[in-house]
């Protein structure tokens, strides 16, 4: 990979006109505010942390795929992507800033891009679970499976405010677990041809 | 010319069988416009689903919406749409049935469908991308399109079953009818006085408080657990409130008037519960960060709740104030240049600590410049965080001999809730020694360019 992220983050951002590539497939939502939805910006977040749960090098990929898909503009450095997937108002350190929908859709696109690279280990890791569902046992008979959950567990546990009622419902390691399992299933689908699309435009069922 | 496309996945093969669109411009003879039939192979299953166009775009409608269902977790009613002849549903979380209707079932007289798939959700995904690709190759019917809409709120509230939607006002009418039930058999409370004159203005909404909890309390269990809260403990639960909401507030507001909640707390100043105050607060309930900061009681514990009004406005603008007002307002209002208050009436009257013996007011001048001093620089060190307010706060210390802030209170309009972000609080000492020498008190005026000036309330 030559791309070199020791380019200082630009102070000044160029002019929103020029919108990536990746980002036109991706229609506008007529949203009421400035900012997306709360649902929207927990799902982006936690998708992030499930990519980053299935992949050791996922926050350094992030960034690196942001690069590449020509985001730079819109995502600026690495601390406004932290303060932007920091808009999850379940994070400790909940961030008042809005979200929009440029800045929510190169982030889906990031997501969907790691995604499709990790098609192999997601599809492998369903499978193992269903299996592991058929046979009765627990998903801690499969290696990766179980290192998948665990770091899934230790990533939300570490990032998350446990004294939102919405966070205290995962009290125990079986509840993140299902948490986990869910989003990896949502994984699955942003692997798609059409993956991109479909997670973008879900970000907002029934909030229009 | 016959043409055939494949589109091969792991766990689902379709085979489209087309005649070439010669219509068109040339060099697209390799297009395939019109459908003779298509072959949907599933793993397992040893005959293909079949049929033609309406086949094909009822298969690519029921599994797009069944794929944004899973995605969303928003249920999407036309995944099992009457008249398709194509629906899905879920089995179990990880299993999916697709069934396939000769006729399609109208609502009258429900028919059995011809054939049930059961599909993993990996094979289902197969299903989802090999119909994906089929859309997305520009060579194979390209009329057809993926309309990919979200779910609008009417859609969602429309499909909710009839039993979820009344499920909220049923249990609510039930259970205060238990409460009614129950209340009716506890004994009349008996309703503790106030230490203080009654007849204070202000006092009347903490004792009907009490008496309301007393009340609530079952017999036997004490009464004097209800919170009782002096005004400063009121303030500082004011400011945590108003400072969550702060925090959490991300979202623009969508509502063109002010919404009006009854949250209630915990000593910590942790929200616990709230309750819209009108309709119109209910309704944009969501558009408010209130559902975010609810935190959950651990398990068997017993919390005293205190309740706050919080009023947000569409301008963005948050305002906390006790659902039954401060106790008592003693301060004297910051255009009161002129009004001197006696040193009885300057010290906070609470409800539950008793009056401190004072000591005389300190009117050496040399003395009160020397606590004036120290009081600035202990406030000034305190000051870590860079103002959020755009006119200048102004607070009355009370200080003794040895310049410890023994009190402090807000002495203009909204002051209170700038408390945390001026860190002071905690220099407050809890254990004020009674009938201690002198005292002194302070104006300190915080600018918003982070200035303090102090001065003695009454002049040197």
New interface residues.
């Given amino acids: 990979m030559n791309a070199s992220v020791t380019a200082p983050p630009p102070v000044s951002t160029p002019s929103d006109t020029s919108i990536p590539s990746v980002l036109s497939s991706l229609p506008d939502?007529p949203l009421?505010?400035?900012?997306c939805?709360?649902?929207a910006r927990q799902q982006i977040d936690l998708i992030l942390l499930a990519i980053e749960a299935l992949d050791l090098g996922g926050s350094e990929a992030i960034l690196l795929v942001a690069q590449e898909l020509d985001l730079k503009p819109i995502l600026k450095h690495r601390v406004y992507l932290w303060q932007l997937r920091s808009?999850n108002?379940?994070r400790r350190y909940?961030?008042?800033?809005?979200?929009t929908q440029p800045e929510a859709k190169a982030m889906v696109a990031i997501a969907c891009n790691l995604a499709r690279r990790l098609t192999v280990p997601i599809?492998e890791l369903?499978?193992a679970?269903?299996k592991l569902?058929e046979k009765g046992l627990s998903p801690q008979h499969h290696f990766r499976l179980a290192d998948y959950l665990e770091r899934f567990r230790a990533h939300f546990r570490s990032r998350m405010n446990p004294?939102?009622?919405?966070v205290?419902v995962y009290n125990d390691d079986d509840k993140l677990n299902q948490l986990a399992l869910?989003i990896l299933?949502?994984l699955?689908?942003?692997t798609?041809?059409?993956g991109t699309?479909?997670?973008w435009?879900?970000?907002?069922?029934?909030?229009? | 010319m016959q043409l055939q496309r494949r589109y091969n996945l792991p766990n689902c093969t379709l085979l489209v069988d087309g005649l070439a669109d010669t219509t068109g411009e040339i060099g697209y003879s390799q297009r395939l416009g019109v459908l003779m039939n298509l072959d949907c192979y599933l793993s397992g299953e040893s005959d293909p689903l079949s049929g033609g166009i309406d086949f094909l775009t009822s298969l690519m409608a029921a599994v797009s919406h069944y794929a944004q269902q899973c995605l969303s977790g928003v249920p999407h009613p036309q995944c099992q749409a009457g008249a398709s002849p194509v629906q899905i549903r879920v089995l179990a979380p990880d299993q999916h049935e697709l069934q396939v209707y000769d006729i399609p079932p109208q609502a009258p007289n429900p028919t059995e469908p011809s054939r049930r798939i059961t599909l993993n959700t990996v094979q289902f995904f197969d299903l989802v991308e090999a119909l994906d690709q089929l859309l997305a190759d520009p060579l194979t019917l390209p009329q057809l399109t993926l309309p990919l809409n979200p779910l609008s709120r009417g859609d969602v509230a429309e499909h909710q079953p009839l039993i979820q939607r009344t499920a909220a006002p049923t249990l609510g009418i039930a259970s205060l009818a238990t409460a009614a039930a129950l209340f009716f058999f506890a004994p009349v409370p008996e309703i503790q006085r106030p230490l203080v004159d009654p007849s204070l203005p202000g006092q009347e909404g903490t004792s009907s408080q009490n008496d309301a909890e007393t009340a609530a309390n079952p017999p036997g269990t004490d009464a004097e657990n209800a919170p009782i809260h002096t005004r400063e403990t009121l303030l500082a639960l004011n400011s945590k409130i108003y400072e969550q909401i702060d925090v959490a507030w991300t979202e623009a507001p969508t509502y063109s008037e002010n919404l009006t909640y009854r949250v209630s707390v915990n000593a910590e100043g942790e929200i616990r519960g709230y309750r819209p105050d009108n309709d119109r607060s209910a309704r944009y309930e969501n558009n408010t960060p209130l559902p975010d900061l609810l935190t959950v009681a651990p398990e068997g514990s017993t919390e005293n709740l205190t309740d706050f009004k919080v009023v947000l406005t569409p301008q963005g603008r948050i305002e906390v104030n006790p659902w039954h007002g401060f106790p008592d307002d003693p301060i004297v209002p910051v255009s009161g240049e002129t009004s001197v208050p006696s040193p009885e009436t300057t010290t906070v009257p609470t409800v539950t600590s008793p009056q401190l013996e004072r000591g005389e007011a300190i009117s050496d001048p040399n003395v009160l410049k020397a606590l004036n001093e120290q009081l600035r620089s202990q406030l000034d060190e305190q000051w870590t965080i860079s103002p959020s307010f755009d006119n200048s706060v102004i607070f009355r210390f009370e200080v003794d001999e040895g310049g410890r802030i023994v009190n402090f209170a807000p002495a203009s309009a909204g002051a209170g809730q700038y408390l945390s972000e001026l860190g002071f609080a905690g220099l407050k000492i809890s254990e004020p020694e009674a009938a201690s020498g002198g005292y002194a008190e302070f104006r300190a005026v915080f600018t918003p360019k982070g200035v303090i000036e102090v001065s003695p309330w009454d002049g040197f």
Avoid: N
Wanted: glycine content about 8%; proline content about 6%; some cysteine.
């Fill in positions: 939502m009421r505010g400035h900012s939805p709360r649902r808009t108002p379940l909940t961030q008042r800033i809005p979200l599809r369903l499978l679970y269903q569902e004294k939102r009622a919405a205290m869910g299933k949502q699955l689908f942003c798609g041809t059409a699309q479909r997670f435009v879900s970000l907002f069922d029934g909030e229009l």
